[in-house]
Structures are given as structure tokens and as C-alpha cells.
């Protein structure tokens, strides 16, 4: 600020040192007046609707010498809001003007002397410093001198002033203020005129103040009607603007007899008076003055519709509405949808219902101050910054102090992070790493562009697969119903492009299908694919088309904005987040960058465990290794969890249904926290936490070397470090992080483990076995299999004679233990089992029961 | 109080200003009590406190418009559609030194200038719609009451005059109606931009059924009224709320009219406003007390809801009704039952997204033949038996063209009605059979995603145009098709086996009265479960599970839903091994069939 103006110091230096003393004097100033009695008579309530204080303000004569003293000024004052004064005000102004400091004029109605207010407007602007400017700034121009001072230099015409400074050096001021905005503005009005004019005694614009920022702000619906002719601030959504209108402010006539022109007449009280007769002594015509449009003067008025934002309303009710009126430089400030902060005077007037009768009266907000809601967008390549997608209702609303604070309380809690997960889908029991899991996948992690233009997605891919009745889809469904930018699809059928779907009908049953192939999602969305098994179920005969068309399917759903990219990416959605199509001769790279959860069935009807994750759901490894985390979802028949299902459908029918829910953040405020934390948290590693991946992800390559084993199994893959970072950036926000911790490295290798484990685990080994995502089938299995099945056919040929006496399988492992030698790691029972069935499969012999013959 | 003084029927203005007269000598300051009630509610609650005085109001529709004067009391019984906020007013002047109260008008008694002192309170403003697919007989006949209105008022000899004029009045008003009917709506329509949508909409359900769903209030007899309410709070009434109001009728159509006021720079401010304002030509109603509407209150003239109360009576009813519906099933007693449990549900209680109580049926094996006969018999004898009922021919033109939706027209600042902008309880019949394999457009697609959300999690989303808000939405929802409906899955889905067509039957007025009772009363139980028996429920539940794996929790959710209503059709309060044990084997029944 000082660099803006470096000559204050000269012009304003005499005042500035008496600053700290006079501001309490500000306060002294107003307390007396109280006892002294009052002069002037003020209606403060204008009835006409034409000329708001603003304009009106605007409405001191140009003729007023730019040097105006402060009593000149005063004297103008009955100009400005009071056009509807009852008694016109100016008939006992008579001996003011001289009488300035003695006697003291009153706000009407109350006991604010204009003059205390005035002193203390002006103590405010000269004298007015931000707390964070040191002491040694003392004898720099305080804040709105130095605005003041712009505003001359660049020939604007106002000042924004920040009513919490107000209120930080004069409360008084600030209550009063509010209270009276009109009376307090217009005095604030002229109080800047008198030092803009004692700076520079040119300057010929009007300056006025424009305040913003008050301490509370009012919800649309609590308006009433004691609030009128208050200052209010509130926050709100255009839906409507008028076009600008020219509001007459000075009017010039001529006369038609003698061509004389009047002065420039000055709208009061929303009325021109038209002159009965030529003003020119000479002429003196009757009814001859006609008005001349091109020489009077007149401004923008614009007339807005502000509805309340969605969070306001309360349940079964419709938005409110209210009217804004614009002037001059707020026109056309905002436009439909904008989301705006407006600070102004409420007003009311009188609408004519019939005609005599005026008892209905429609309200504005005469407007002082527009503040666009921030809409920080940056860059668009960064798929974080946007992220408001996770709002249910509304993607922009500005989390206001409160709710801030809330979340801030939230975050510091040490349980947040169960508190979030017992929040997800409350209704489904259980799955509590597969919540945890969703719940990374929705705060995300961060997105990457390197300059050489690898970029690396912050975004977490989650397949769940599992028995069918496993509330697979509830979670999806929940999910989506998180992430608005999202897209719930069912894999099934997917054919038309674009915003349709088509009807199908089976031609045996009449059932009907909603092929509701590619919907659009817009960028940055969760995009929840159920029955993800089932996409292009046609083209399943060519593993590689399936491939192909599979994620070409993905990314028509996904895809969403064109981007004009030359370089033609392979269709890797998932990783590299976008998509070549070729279609028509045309290829397009679209922008996926987007979230995927799916789920899928296993293509039997229950999952196999014998079997791995791709020969249970059939779906290419490729495409399966861009997943960050599978959770296999395995229904088993445990009867404690059916009971526990089913003692909360009684309950969630015959008891108080919200008693089921214990302690857990309801779906909006998760809803928020979440898009707070992915729109404001943008977690970096810190070197502990890196070390701790370093060494996690070391060990974890090292499992795979298990002792003597011939092939080293994969346990872990790079992939599987960008997966790590991803979910531990995610674990980092959820507590409103910037850092990540060593914990939260921690706690996402345990989420990958978990996830593998029950996906990718090498149920012979027990460990962690990449090879079975890629492949599908562990390396070691593969070989344990073969050993275990050719020792098991040995020892039948050796012991058993065809159609001979039965052998228990004990007995057979036993058998195997003793023969030993190739078979290096232990066997189990379970393998034991596996191997005869492979064999019974074979037709080599027959199991009954927990006995085996051979045939 | 009370006493001669005043007439609260015809004069309900004099009793409000005799209030509040009374109440200024006992201490009431305008000044500061910012409109609140002095009295008046107490007053006009306590004279009407039972039915038979509330009667004597008479009901503000098409047909009686014609005849109410204005300033009397009348009542007005309909959906609230929209809301238009609030509203300030002069609602107290000194005239003189005396306060004077302009509460429930519209314009004050004393047009004067305007004096010194004035107070501004505020009013809330309800845009009302008669209840969307309403049945005939859910409306009263307000003949009588009309000649014994006449009578009334033509007892005050000095009046004769008055009603003259508003004989002419009601000519005026005669052929103000035709655009009364449409006016708001016309208006809406063609701000909306793709009118096409409501409009193409007319010609293409001639082929429909004749009951095919109509925007609400498009109907020829609709007559939507602004209610003006005073003294409430806000949470007491909602959207979509079927409300009775009882107030003073403002109707002048001169109202409004005269709309150029002086001083050339207010126009387009007013014309802002009144765009916002329904035209002049909606009566307004200043509600003095309202309540909301059960069943039960259109079922006038009896008194049979007491008359329910022994266990005996509902198994009757009951009985007679199952006949009738399986009659009308062509003897599907399975489908009959299920029918029956689906009439009875009704959305109880909601845990997020899950609505508790809903209990939508799809009957399947229905083509275009059998809808003739089974569909149009159904529909029309439910109509007959629920209040509220609505059908929607899903076809691809239908989707692709229907609004379903609600949408806000900022343009008019309205809330545009959608077919599914409905009031809680409205029964709602798809048919699917008449689907052809076709594409949908994307307002197909949406138009799609708004019955299926509505039809699994009782919602409907109203389009804000820059955002979107779901309102609860308490549908019945039946669905007729070919084969299982994936577009609309329902909770319960029945393949339809008729044995045989019956004729038509014909029923006495009182057997449909005491049916539609009896619905109504049944739907109205609350219902419990005892200790034991949440026991036994809970085996029989993780026995099921434990036999058949795909059940989800839906199914189960489901299975307890069917109790409940089976319970509560046997006018029950509690459910009962029996009941449960009848639930159990209809479930197998219906497995059985759609094996």
C-alpha cells in the first residue's frame, strides 16, 4: 500500500501522530449527545421506490464547490435519502450552516447526533489501521486514505470499505451504521467528498462508500419486517437480472416558445417537477417547457433476483426470493447463477393493488456491495482443483465460518478417520476395510503432472467383487449418490453415445432393459460401473476385444470434454486418464479423469475360491491391474452376520429407525467434509513418510522371494507405489492434513494388504502374489498345483488298487508328508482336497466323503 | 367473547376487527407485537371445533367461485404447489388515535392516505392447486350448501343488491374462467421454452385411457387459489402438503388490474413483481386456520370410521373387499392379496436413502389385450377406492416428450408442475406394456431416472435449473408389464394369471364408502411388534437367508413390510404369528409362480 502512495506522508502528516489518541474520542464524541435535544425532523422511511439513497447520493449538486467545507456539506445533506421527508427537512436548515459546532442536528427519531457521527466517520478513514501493520508504520496514511487516494488517482468512484474495520475501531460507528445506513452513509458520503476535495480540489466525481463484509449475515428467509431499513448482508444465487435501465437523474426542459433551458433540475423523491411556466423572466409561457432527453443525465439501474442457496432451505419448502436494486457500477456485476455475497439496506414500498388501497409491500435489497462467491478455479489440467463434485445439491456454496469451524473440530478429532468410515453407508454392516477403502477413493489423492509430461492420476480405482447379495450395489449406489458428477451404470448392454439410452425388450420374456450405455459424466466424478463383469457381454469371444471394447465402453461413459491433444493415447482410462477414440476418421482424445468403482459378479454363481480373482469374474488382467484396490466380498453363510442383518431390518421396521444409527456424520456434512478436503487439502509427503514407503514397498518386493523358491513371484509392482502415495495422500486429507504422516503410509499399506490379501493372495503361500492379478495365477501355485496333483496320482497308484478299499484323506496326507522330498512348503488338508478333486475331475478316482478310491 | 356481534360466516372481517378492538382495550400494542395473533385463531378454532359448523363453510372450487362473495368465509382444499414467500403489509395503521388492523385483507377498510403510523408485518403466500388426479368422489357437493348460502344471504333483505351484482360478477367471472383455467400455467408454458413438452403431451394421451396423466392443473376444473397465511410456522406447512384452508375469500378480479402506477420508473420494478405474483384472477384466501387433510376428511357424511373399531368389522370389509379385487383379477387371489398390501402401503419412516413402508407391485404377464380388460378395470376401480390416482403410459414418445419433473421457470418465478409433482399417498398406475423398443432421448433418460428413483427411493428430484433438490415423495406405485419390468423394478413382482373375466360389478355407494374407509383407516394404523415375536422374526429371517443366499435386505425389508400391511389389514396394531406366518406362505406362493 505505501508503494501506491508514496507522497502521503507530506500531505496527511500532521494528522497521523494524534492517531492513537483520538480514536477512543470517537466514542466520547457520541456518548453526550444523548442529552442534548433534538432539532431536526427526519422520516426515514421513503415510500417511493424511484430514487434510493445511492442515486440520490449521487444527487449533490455538481455546483457544490469541490472545496466544500464540512458545514457546506452538511447543508447538502437533506439532499440525499431524505426525499420523503415529511416536513421538507431544508425548512429548518435555515440556521445551520453557521451554527455547525454548537448545536448538533439529530439522526430523526433517535439520539445520534449527525455531527458525532460525522467526527467519527472521518476519525475512522484518517486514522484507521490494519492491526497487522507494525507500529513502525505509524506515520504512514491509514488504509482508506491510502484507497482515497487511489480511487483520485484513477477517477473511480467509490470506496469499498470493510465493515469489520469499522467495527474494530468504532463499534459505536459500526451499530449506528447498520442501524441508520442511510442517514450514517450519506454522512459517510460526505465525509469522503470533504477529503477527497482536500486532496485534490479538481477532482469533480463523487466518491461514495461502499461497505461490505458486515459481521453477520442474515439468511433470506429470516428477512422481516424489522429489518427494513437496516443494513443486512446475505448470501444468495442470481436466477434473474433485468436489462439496464436509464433512471433519470437530472433533467433539463426548454422552453417551446423561446427556446430557454432550464437548469438542470434534480429528481426528487422520485418526481421531476416540471416547470409550469418558462423560467426566463422574459418569456414567462405557460406550460411551454418540454423536457430534452439529450441533455439530461442519467444512470444505470438494474433490477436482480437473488434466491436463496440450496442449503438454506429448509425441508418441503421452495426457495424465497428476493429483489436486488443495482446502480450504476454494481450493474451487471453478476449474471444468472452467480453466486454472490450482497450487502445493502432492505427496503420496502408500497405496491398499488387497487386503487385507493395500499397495504401490500414488496420488498429490495438496495444494493451497496456484490461479492462474487470465489470460484478459484486453477489450472484445469489439475483434477483436484474443481473437485466441488462432491457435493450432493450444489457444487459452489461457500462453507461459511461456522461449518469451517466445524469441519476444522472434525479433523482434529483422533477417531475421525473410524468416524468417516462409520459414516459410509451407515446400513451396511461389516466391509469396514471396504468403507475405508470407498472413503480414499472419494477424498482422492493427488494428481500429478510432471513437466515431461507424464502425468500421474490422484484418483483411486476400486473393484469390489463378490457373491451377489452382498450389498455390492447398495455400496455403489451409495456411492453415487455421494458424487453428483458421478454416473451409476450397470455394466449391462452398453450401445448408444451420447446423452440417450435405449429401451430393449426381450422378445420371450417382454422384460425391459434400460441399456443405458454412455451416459455422459462430466471430468472428475466417481463413475460407479455395477455388473462391471457384464459390460459388452457380445464381444467376450476375443479376449483382446473384450479388452478393448471394454474400456473403450469405460471411457465413452467416462469421457466427457474433448481436448484437442495430438498425441493419440493408447486407451488406458484408468491410468493415464484419458482416451483415444476413433471414430469417423476422427480421433479424440477425451479427458477420463475420473474415479472408478466397480463391481462385479463372479461368472459362476458364487465366487470360487479356488479359482482366482480373473477366473472368477473374467476380466483381463490388464485392465484389472489398474485397480488400486479389489476387495473380494465373500458372502459366507455366517449366521452372526445374517442375525445381525436381520435384527436391523426389525428394528429399522418397528423401532426408531434413527436409533440403528450410532454416532456418525450425517450424509451432507460427509458430503461437505469431503469436498472441503479434496477442494482446500493438498497433502505432501514428508520424508518420514516417504522413508516408511521406501521400506514398506522394499519388503514388500522382498515377500516374494519366499526360500527356495524356484521363480520369484511378484509381490509388488510400481503400480502398487502410486497406489500407496495415492491412498496415503487420501488418509492425509481426511484429517485435513497438508503433511503426509508415517501412519498414514502405514495405514495404506495395511489397506493394500487387506484389499490383496483377499484378492491377490497366493492361497499356497500366503503371500501376496501380483502375478495372480496380472496372470491370474500365482507362479507358485501354478507349480504347487502340478507337484502336489502328480504326487497325490503317484501315492494312489502306489497304495491303491483300482475299485479297491477306500483311503481317508488324512491318511493320503500323511502319505504325502512322508514322501515329501519335492513338495517344499507345508500341505494342508485344503490342498490335499484340491488336488483329488482335480484328480476326480480327471475320472482317476472318486471322493466320498472325506474318503478316496480309486477307480 | 362471541355473542351476536358478528357473523363469523359471512362477516368474518367484522369478527377480526371486533377481536381486535377487544384485544387493543386489554393491552395489545401493534407496535411492537409484529402482527402476532391477538385472538382471532382461538376464535374462529373454538366455532369451528367441530364438523358439522365446519360444513356449513362453503368449499371454494370451479363451480362455487361463481356464486361465494368475496369477504366471506369460505374453504379451500387443495395441494400447496408452490411457494411464493412472504409477503409485507400494512397490517396496523393509526386512523386518528385508534389503531386500525388490515390483517386478513387484502386493502384496508379505511382507504385514506396514508396515516401517520404504520406497522409492516409479514404473511407467508401459498400458491394452492385442487390435489393432483383427485377423485370424484373426494369432492364435496356444495349444492345444497349453495341454496342454503343464497338463503343465508338472501335473509339480509339489504344484501339483495349486493348479490346482483355478484350474479353479474359471476358472469364476469364465467368468462374470466377460461383463462382463469390456464392462466398461471398458459404463462408458464410459454416461457418454458420447449413447450412442447406439456403441450405435445395432450393430443398423445387420446389414446391413453381418458384419466391419463394430465399436467395437475390442466384439468378443466381446477382453480388454484393463493392462501395467505398468517401466524405459522413455517415448518407447519409443506410443499406438496394437501391442506384444508379456511379463511376469507379476496376475490376481485379488478384486483391486480390496474397495474400503472404513477412515475414511469416504477413499471418495470412492478412488472418484476408481478411477475412473481399469480395474476389477478386467482382468488386469494386470507386462511384464518387450516388443517391438513387426511383420507378421512373426504369421506363426508360418515361417520364410519368409528363404526371400525371392532376387529369383526375390518375382517368384513376386508372380505368384501378381497371378493371384489379378486373379482376384478379375474380371479387371481394371489394377485388380489398382494393388491391389497400394496394399497396399504405407505412410506413410515426413512434411513437414508431406504424409505420404510413402500411396497410397490409389478404385475408381470399383461399385454395390450389383457390391460384392456384387467388394466382399465383396475385403474377405474381404484379410482373409485383411493383418493388420489394417477396413470402413466410409459411409452418411448411419453419419456421422451413428459415433464414429469417439476421444474422452476425463473422467467415467471414459478414452480412449474411435473406429473410427479404429487401429494403423499397418490397412487400411481405404469403401464409398461405398451413399451416398444426405442431410444430415449435424454429427457427420456431423465424422465426415466425420475420414476425409478422415485419408485426405490420415494424421491423426486425438482429441477431448480442450477440445482437440483429432491423432495420425498409418498407414492403408490403399481406397474403393469409384459415381462419383469428392469425399468421400473418394483419391491414385489407377481406374474398376472387370471382364470376368467368377470363383468363388471356393479357397487352400492356405501360399499365403496365403507372400502374407502376402511383403506383409509387402515393405512392411518400405527403398528408395533412385540418382544417374542421380534424374535421369531428374526429366525425366520436368518432361516431364510441361510437357505437361499440371494436374498439381499431388500427382500427381507420387504417381507416385514407385507407383514405390517398384513397385519393392519386385519385392522391389527400389532403383528401376530398368524399374520406373519400369512405373509411367509404368500411369499412362497408368489416364488412359486414366478419360477
Not at chain 1, 479424440?588 to 465366487?607: D, I, K
Not at chain 2, 333483505?157 to 383455467?181: I, Y
Request: hydrophobic fraction near 35%.
Amino acid at each position: 500500500m505505501a508503494s501506491d502512495s508514496p507522497p502521503a506522508n507530506t500531505n496527511d502528516g500532521p494528522s497521523s501522530p494524534g492517531e492513537n489518541a483520538s480514536s477512543p474520542i470517537g466514542n466520547t464524541y457520541s456518548s453526550p449527545s444523548s442529552l442534548r435535544s433534538r432539532r431536526r425532523a427526519r422520516s426515514s422511511t421513503p415510500s417511493q421506490f424511484a430514487t434510493p439513497p445511492p442515486p440520490s447520493r449521487l444527487g449533490v449538486p455538481n455546483s457544490t464547490p469541490p472545496t466544500s467545507r464540512p458545514s457546506a456539506a452538511r447543508s447538502n445533506r437533506p439532499a440525499t435519502p431524505s426525499h420523503t421527508d415529511e416536513p421538507p427537512p431544508s425548512s429548518d436548515d435555515g440556521g445551520e450552516d453557521g451554527a455547525d459546532d454548537a448545536t448538533p442536528t439529530f439522526v430523526w427519531g433517535t439520539n445520534i447526533s449527525v455531527q458525532d457521527v460525522k467526527s467519527a466517520i472521518e476519525m475512522f478513514v484518517k486514522h484507521f489501521r490494519e492491526a497487522k501493520e507494525s507500529s513502525d508504520d505509524l506515520f504512514r496514511e491509514g488504509k482508506y486514505m491510502a484507497s482515497i487516494r487511489k480511487v483520485i488517482e484513477i477517477e473511480g468512484e467509490w470506496i469499498d470499505v470493510d465493515a469489520y474495520d469499522v467495527f474494530d475501531y468504532d463499534p459505536d460507528l459500526y451499530n449506528k451504521m447498520v442501524r441508520y445506513p442511510l442517514e450514517v452513509l450519506a454522512i459517510f458520503d460526505i465525509v469522503l467528498m470533504d477529503i477527497v476535495s482536500s486532496i485534490d480540489r479538481l477532482f469533480e466525481k463523487h466518491v461514495q462508500v461502499r461497505i461490505f463484509n458486515l459481521r453477520s449475515s442474515t439468511s433470506m428467509r429470516n428477512l422481516n419486517p424489522s429489518d427494513i431499513e437496516k443494513m443486512i448482508s446475505l448470501k444468495g444465487m442470481i436466477i434473474r437480472s433485468s436489462s439496464i435501465i436509464p433512471e433519470i437523474r437530472e433533467a433539463v426542459f426548454r422552453c417551446l416558445v423561446c427556446g430557454y433551458f432550464s437548469d438542470p433540475i434534480i429528481v426528487d423523491r422520485g418526481k421531476i417537477s416540471e416547470p409550469p411556466t418558462c423560467l426566463k423572466q422574459e418569456c414567462l409561457a405557460k406550460n411551454s417547457m418540454t423536457l430534452v432527453h439529450n441533455r439530461c443525465r442519467f444512470a444505470d439501474k438494474q433490477i436482480v433476483r437473488l434466491q436463496e442457496t440450496p442449503d438454506e432451505i429448509p425441508e418441503g419448502g421452495t426457495p424465497h426470493t428476493v429483489s436486488l436494486l443495482l446502480h450504476d457500477k454494481l450493474v451487471d456485476n453478476g449474471k444468472p447463477g452467480d453466486r454472490i455475497e450482497v450487502t445493502g439496506i432492505y427496503r420496502a414500498m408500497t405496491v398499488r393493488v387497487g386503487p385507493a388501497h395500499r397495504t401490500v409491500k414488496s420488498t429490495y435489497i438496495d444494493c451497496l456491495h456484490i461479492k462474487k462467491a470465489s470460484k478459484t478455479r486453477m489450472a484445469a489440467e489439475d483434477p483436484m482443483d474443481v473437485d466441488n463434485s462432491l457435493r450432493r445439491v450444489d457444487e459452489d456454496v461457500e462453507l461459511d465460518e461456522e461449518k469451517l469451524k466445524k469441519f476444522e473440530e472434525l479433523s482434529k478429532q483422533p477417531d475421525i478417520y473410524e468416524k468417516l468410515a462409520r459414516s459410509l453407508a451407515p446400513n451396511i454392516w461389516e466391509l469396514d476395510d471396504v468403507k475405508k477403502g470407498l472413503l480414499c477413493q472419494l477424498f482422492g489423492g493427488n494428481a500429478l503432472n510432471l513437466a515431461s509430461g507424464a502425468n500421474f492420476r490422484g484418483d483411486i480405482n476400486i473393484l469390489l467383487v463378490g457373491d451377489p447379495g452382498t450389498s455390492k450395489s447398495q455400496l455403489l449406489q451409495y456411492i453415487h449418490k455421494l458424487s453428483p458428477r458421478g454416473i451409476y451404470t450397470s455394466g449391462r448392454g452398453s450401445s448408444a453415445v451420447g446423452l440417450t439410452a435405449y429401451v430393449a425388450k426381450d422378445p420371450e420374456t417382454g422384460e425391459t432393459v434400460l441399456e443405458s450405455g454412455a451416459l455422459v459424466l462430466s471430468d472428475r466424478g466417481i463413475c460407479c460401473i455395477d455388473e462391471f463383469d457384464k459390460m459388452s457381454d457380445s464381444a467376450r469371444s476375443m479376449l483382446h476385444e473384450v479388452c478393448y471394447s471394454l474400456l473403450l465402453s469405460i471411457a465413452q461413459i467416462i469421457a466427457c470434454s474433448f481436448q484437442a491433444d495430438e498425441h493419440c493415447c493408447s486407451a488406458q482410462v484408468m491410468e493415464q486418464q484419458t482416451v483415444s477414440i476413433a471414430k469417423a476418421g476422427i480421433i479424440a482424445s477425451l479427458n477420463a479423469r475420473t474415479s472408478v468403482l466397480a463391481c462385479a459378479n463372479p461368472s459362476g454363481s458364487r465366487y470360487n475360491p479356488r479359482l482366482s480373482v480373473i477366473e472368477n469374474i473374467h476380466l483381463p488382467p490388464t485392465l484389472l491391474s489398474r485397480f488400486d484396490l479389489i476387495y473380494l466380498i465373500l458372502d459366507k453363510p455366517d449366521e452372526q452376520t445374517d442375525r445381525r442383518l436381520a435384527k436391523h431390518i426389525v428394528a429399522l421396521h418397528f423401532e426408531n429407525a434413527e436409533s440403528a444409527q450410532e454416532e456418525a456424520l450425517d450424509i451432507t456434512t460427509l458430503t461437505s467434509y469431503v469436498s472441503y478436503a479434496r477442494k482446500n487439502i493438498h497433502p505432501k509427503l514428508s520424508d518420514e513418510a516417504a522413508e516408511e514407503l521406501t521400506r514398506g514397498y522394499v519388503e514388500l518386493r522382498k515377500a516374494g522371494k519366499f526360500a527356495g523358491s524356484s521363480k520369484k513371484v511378484i509381490t509388488a509392482t510400481p503400480r502398487q507405489i502410486e497406489s500407496l502415495i495415492r491412498l496415503s495422500e487420501a488418509l492425509a486429507r481426511m484429517r485435513f492434513s497438508e503433511w503426509v504422516e508415517k501412519h498414514d503410509v502405514e495405514e495404506a499399506f495395511r489397506l493394500l494388504r487387506v484389499a490383496m490379501q483377499q484378492s491377490a493372495t497366493d492361497h499356497a503361500t500366503g503371500t501376496i502374489d501380483m502375478d495372480l492379478i496380472n496372470t491370474g495365477v500365482s507362479a507358485s501355485e501354478r507349480m504347487r498345483r502340478d507337484i502336489l496333483v502328480s504326487s497325490i496320482r503317484d501315492i494312489t497308484l502306489e497304495k491303491m488298487q483300482i475299485g479297491g478299499s477306500a483311503m481317508r484323506l488324512s491318511e493320503l496326507l500323511e502319505e504325502l508328508k512322508k514322501h515329501g522330498g519335492n513338495i517344499n512348503t507345508e500341505i494342508h488338508l485344503h490342498d490335499v482336497r484340491k488336488a483329488v478333486g482335480t484328480l476326480a475331475s480327471e475320472g482317476f478316482l472318486v471322493t466320498e466323503g472325506d474318503r478316496i478310491k480309486r477307480i | 367473547m362471541g355473542g351476536p356481534a358478528y357473523d363469523c360466516l359471512t362477516n368474518p372481517l367484522g369478527a377480526v376487527r371486533f377481536s381486535f378492538g377487544n384485544a387493543l382495550s386489554s393491552g395489545y400494542d401493534p407496535a411492537s407485537s409484529h402482527g402476532k395473533d391477538w385472538g382471532v385463531v382461538d376464535l374462529f378454532r373454538h366455532y369451528f371445533s367441530d364438523e358439522s359448523a365446519i360444513s356449513q363453510v362453503p368449499i371454494l372450487d370451479s363451480s362455487s367461485i361463481k356464486w361465494v362473495q368475496p369477504n366471506t368465509l369460505v374453504r379451500f382444499r387443495g395441494m400447496i404447489q408452490d411457494m411464493l414467500g412472504n409477503e409485507f403489509y400494512a397490517g396496523a395503521y393509526k386512523d386518528g388515535s385508534t389503531w386500525r388492523t388490515n390483517k386478513y385483507s387484502d386493502v384496508s377498510q379505511f382507504p385514506d392516505g396514508p396515516s401517520s403510523e404504520t406497522q409492516v408485518w409479514e404473511r407467508r403466500l401459498l400458491y394452492c392447486v385442487p390435489v393432483p388426479g383427485r377423485n370424484q368422489w373426494t369432492e364435496c357437493s356444495s349444492i345444497e350448501l349453495k341454496n342454503r348460502f343464497l338463503d343465508l344471504t338472501g335473509q339480509n333483505r339489504e344484501k339483495r343488491a349486493r348479490v346482483d351484482e355478484e350474479m353479474t360478477d359471476s358472469m364476469d367471472s364465467n368468462t374470466l374462467e377460461a383463462g382463469l383455467n390456464g392462466s398461471p400455467f398458459k404463462k408458464m408454458k410459454a416461457g418454458e421454452g420447449t413447450s412442447s413438452a406439456s403441450e405435445s403431451q395432450v393430443p398423445r394421451t387420446d389414446n391413453a385411457p381418458q384419466s391419463s396423466a394430465l399436467p395437475p392443473a390442466t384439468s378443466t376444473d381446477s382453480l388454484p387459489c393463493l392462501v395467505k397465511i398468517y401466524d405459522s410456522p413455517e415448518s407447519d406447512l409443506k410443499l406438496n402438503d394437501v391442506v384444508e384452508f379456511l379463511g376469507v375469500l379476496t376475490f376481485d378480479p379488478n384486483t391486480m388490474m390496474d397495474m400503472d402506477s404513477p412515475g414511469d420508473n416504477t413499471d418495470d420494478f412492478s412488472e418484476a413483481e408481478s411477475v412473481q405474483r399469480p395474476s389477478g384472477k386467482v382468488p386469494r384466501l386470507h386462511c384464518l386456520i387450516h388443517r391438513k387433510l387426511e383420507t378421512q376428511h373426504f369421506l363426508h357424511g360418515s361417520s364410519l370410521s368409528t363404526e371400525l373399531k371392532s376387529p369383526q368389522m375390518f375382517k368384513e370389509i376386508r372380505e368384501s373387499l378381497m371378493k371384489h379385487l379378486t373379482g376384478l383379477l379375474g380371479n387371481d387371489h394371489i394377485a388380489a392379496e398382494l393388491l391389497l398390501l400394496h394399497l396399504l402401503s405407505k412410506v413410515h419412516g426413512r434411513v437414508d436413502n431406504v424409505a420404510v413402508g413402500k411396497l410397490s407391485l409389478n404385475l408381470t404377464h399383461l399385454n395390450k389385450e389383457s390391460m384392456s380388460i384387467f388394466g382399465t378395470q383396475l385403474r377405474d376401480a381404484l379410482k373409485s377406492l383411493l383418493p388420489f390416482t394417477q396413470s402413466i403410459p410409459l411409452t418411448i414418445e411419453y419419456l421422451n416428450t413428459a415433464s414429469l419433473g417439476p421444474k422452476k421457470d425463473y422467467g415467471t418465478n414459478r414452480l412449474v408442475p411435473g406429473v410427479l409433482q404429487i401429494a403423499d399417498g397418490t397412487h400411481l398406475i405404469l403401464d409398461e406394456t405398451e413399451l416398444q423398443p426405442g431410444t430415449l432421448n435424454s429427457v427420456g433418460v431423465e424422465n426415466a431416472n425420475l420414476l425409478k428413483n422415485l419408485l426405490e427411493c420415494q424421491k423426486v428430484e425438482y429441477d431448480f435449473q442450477y440445482y437440483k433438490m429432491e423432495m420425498a415423495t409418498d407414492a403408490q406405485m403399481l406397474i403393469f408389464s409384459e415381462g419383469k419390468s428392469n425399468i421400473m423394478p418394483a419391491d414385489m413382482v407377481l406374474p398376472f394369471q387370471p382364470s376368467q373375466v368377470n363383468p363388471l360389478q356393479v357397487i352400492a355407494p356405501e360399499t365403496a364408502q365403507a372400502w374407502r374407509c376402511y383403506l383409509a383407516t387402515c393405512k392411518s394404523l400405527s403398528h408395533s411388534i412385540g418382544q417374542e415375536l421380534q424374535q421369531v422374526l428374526e429366525n425366520d429371517l436368518v432361516a431364510a437367508r441361510q437357505t437361499d443366499r440371494s436374498l439381499g435386505s431388500q427382500d427381507l425389508s420387504r417381507l416385514l413390510t407385507m407383514a405390517r400391511m398384513m397385519s393392519v389389514s386385519y385392522g391389527e396394531t400389532t403383528l401376530s404369528l398368524e399374520h406373519w406366518q400369512m405373509v411367509l406362505e404368500l411369499e412362497r406362493l408368489r416364488k412359486e409362480r414366478l419360477k
